[in-house]
């Protein structure tokens, strides 16, 4: 992986969009690896402050699902 | 508008005297021209140090929170809608508060003011009929129109009359509508720019915070018992004058005024350094009104929006 | 959350939100490489709220 590649940082929640990320691996999908995920166990528990203390840590992007 | 001191010392006389509040809240004059202290009377005689004209700025919504005392309450347009949003999130009780209505003639800015002054100002004057308002200080004294040098959230203001009130103490005044002013033209010129002038905008107009924390400490909104900036495990946002620190204990004090900002000004007229604070907040107030129909404070019952859940709530930033 | 961080000017393509049922393994994969794509198309632009180290006069 190159230097420029970008890092995303991933909210997914446990029950939906993890489970999707674990279906997506189980079925042999290809998907990009510039996803860093974190499990969080509910979407509601985001809040703005963890969006900017990624982006303040240095990640490129950050994407939250539920 | 020193009509309005008499009609306030008489109505918090009475309402001392006949027993029905422990305390008032009200201005008294501060102790720099230009920014009156929010004062609280406990009996008849501190009442007497009430004043009332257009250095009222402060939101004095900001003393009754968590309060247990039966409290009288000066209440203008905007402090009246902070007192309902005190209400709705249980801050304080209706039955605790006799809200004393004061229809707002606007208040000015003190900022504009001292960039007119040829050195201090040691005294302002205003005159009520001809709507003029006169500096003073050492060497120079000017008059300028009242009009001329209004906070700007003031000048825009849509509800100068208090919302919820037990008793006015004046004629209510007539409201601004949108036909002749627009509220939001600044956030629409930001909104114009490309995400770079933005950043470059947001980057000079914070250039001179010195991180004093005075736009919170004056917000009524802002009561959490331990704020975000004072966590430090884990630390959101480090303690120094860094550029990225500065802007981000800005957004975040801004987002947690989200759907419960009334645009009262005191942030602005707080900061010792004269940042437009409103340039963050004012884009919150647009975006409610725009995306859920809400005005913040307009109502003690109803939830606000982010607090509540619609299946019509707008959701066309999710992919 | 979104309007503001775009109003304080941070590209729209940093910050993303979406919803994926766990079997929607496919959605997954698809939003996964859009906002991959996003980020990329900002390669060569200042990481916006970074924090570097600090600026010592």
């Given at each position: 992986?190159?230097?420029?590649?970008?890092?995303?940082?991933?909210?997914?929640?446990?029950?939906?969009?993890?489970?999707?990320?674990?279906?997506?691996?189980?079925?042999?999908?290809?998907?990009?690896?510039n996803?860093?995920?974190?499990?969080?166990?509910?979407?509601?528990?985001?809040?703005?402050?963890?969006?900017?203390?990624?982006?303040?840590?240095?990640?490129?992007?950050?994407?939250?699902?539920g | 508008?020193?009509?309005?001191?008499?009609?306030?010392?008489?109505?918090?006389?009475?309402?001392?005297?006949?027993?029905?509040?422990?305390?008032?809240?009200?201005?008294r004059?501060?102790?720099?021209?230009?920014?009156?202290?929010?004062y609280?009377?406990?009996?008849?005689?501190?009442?007497?140090?009430?004043?009332?004209?257009s250095?009222?700025?402060?939101?004095?919504?900001?003393?009754?929170?968590?309060?247990?005392?039966?409290?009288?309450?000066?209440?203008?347009?905007c402090?009246?809608?902070?007192?309902?949003?005190?209400?709705?999130?249980?801050?304080?009780?209706?039955?605790q508060?006799?809200?004393i209505?004061?229809?707002?003639?606007?208040?000015?800015?003190?900022?504009k003011?001292?960039a007119?002054?040829?050195?201090?100002?040691?005294?302002?004057?205003?005159?009520?009929?001809?709507?003029t308002i006169?500096?003073?200080?050492?060497?120079?004294?000017?008059?300028?129109?009242?009009?001329?040098?209004?906070q700007?959230?003031?000048?825009?203001?849509?509800?100068?009359n208090?919302?919820?009130?037990?008793?006015?103490?004046?004629?209510?005044v007539p409201?601004?509508?949108?036909?002749?002013?627009?509220?939001?033209a600044?956030?629409?010129?930001?909104?114009?720019?490309?995400p770079?002038?933005?950043?470059?905008?947001?980057?000079?107009?914070?250039?001179?915070?010195?991180?004093?924390?005075a736009?919170?400490?004056?917000?009524?909104?802002?009561?959490?018992?331990l704020?975000?900036v004072d966590?430090?495990?884990?630390?959101?946002v480090g303690?120094?004058?860094?550029?990225?620190?500065?802007r981000?204990?800005?957004?975040l004090?801004?987002?947690?005024c989200a759907?419960?900002?009334?645009?009262?000004?005191a942030?602005?007229?707080?900061?010792?350094?004269?940042?437009?604070?409103?340039?963050?907040?004012?884009?919150?107030?647009?975006?409610?009104?725009?995306?859920?129909?809400?005005?913040?404070?307009?109502?003690?019952?109803?939830?606000?929006?982010?607090?509540?859940?619609?299946?019509?709530?707008?959701?066309?930033?999710?992919? | 959350?979104k309007?503001?961080m775009?109003?304080?000017?941070?590209?729209?393509?940093?910050?993303?939100?979406?919803?994926?049922?766990s079997?929607?393994?496919?959605?997954?994969?698809?939003?996964?490489?859009?906002?991959?794509?996003?980020?990329?198309?900002?390669?060569?632009?200042?990481?916006?709220?970074?924090k570097?180290?600090?600026?010592v006069?």
């Open positions: 992986m190159s230097e420029n590649e970008p890092k995303i940082l991933s909210f997914l929640c446990n029950w939906c969009s993890y489970g999707a990320a674990d279906l997506a691996g189980v079925s042999r999908m290809e998907y990009p690896t996803i860093r995920v974190i499990r969080i166990p509910c979407t509601g528990r985001m809040s703005p402050k963890f969006i900017l203390a990624g982006l303040r840590r240095g990640a490129d992007a950050v994407w939250v699902s | 508008m020193n009509s309005y001191t008499d009609k306030i010392k008489e109505i918090s006389k009475r309402l001392l005297k006949e027993d029905k509040v422990d305390m008032v809240v009200g201005y004059k501060g102790s720099v021209p230009l920014m009156h202290q929010p609280i009377a406990q009996n008849e005689a501190e009442v007497d140090a009430f004043v009332w004209d250095s009222c700025g402060l939101n004095l919504a900001n003393y009754i929170t968590d309060r247990t005392e039966r409290i009288g309450i000066l209440a203008t347009g402090n009246s809608r902070n007192i309902a949003v005190h209400l709705v999130e249980g801050k304080i009780k209706r039955e508060l006799y809200i209505g004061i229809p707002c003639k606007a208040m000015v800015d003190r900022h003011l001292a007119m002054a040829d050195g201090d100002i040691t005294s302002v004057e205003e005159d009520e009929e001809k709507g006169t500096i003073k200080g050492e060497n120079f004294s000017e008059t300028v129109n009242k009009a001329d040098v209004l700007e959230n003031c000048s825009l203001c849509m509800h100068r208090p919302v919820i009130y037990d008793e006015l103490a004046a004629e209510e409201e601004q509508s949108t036909d002749e002013i627009d509220p939001y600044r956030v629409k010129e930001i909104e114009a720019m490309d770079d002038e933005k950043w470059n905008h947001f980057d000079d107009l914070l250039s001179d915070c010195i991180r004093c924390y736009c919170r400490n004056a917000c009524p909104l802002c009561y959490c018992p704020c975000f966590e430090s495990n884990p630390q959101w303690k120094s004058m860094d550029a990225t620190d500065v981000t204990f800005h957004f004090r801004a987002y947690h759907g419960r900002c009334t645009d009262c000004g942030c602005v007229r707080a900061c010792p350094v004269g940042i437009n604070v409103r340039d963050f907040t004012k884009k919150l107030e647009k975006d409610c009104l725009e995306l859920f129909g809400w005005e913040a404070g307009l109502s003690a019952e109803q939830r606000p929006p982010l607090d509540t859940y619609s299946p019509k709530d707008p959701e066309d930033f999710i992919k | 959350m309007n503001l775009e109003h304080m000017g941070i590209e729209p393509e940093r910050l993303h939100f979406s919803w994926i049922s079997a929607e393994s496919t959605k997954f994969v698809d939003v996964a490489t859009k906002v991959t794509e996003a980020a990329k198309s900002l390669e060569n632009k200042e990481k916006k709220f970074a570097t180290k600090p600026k006069a």
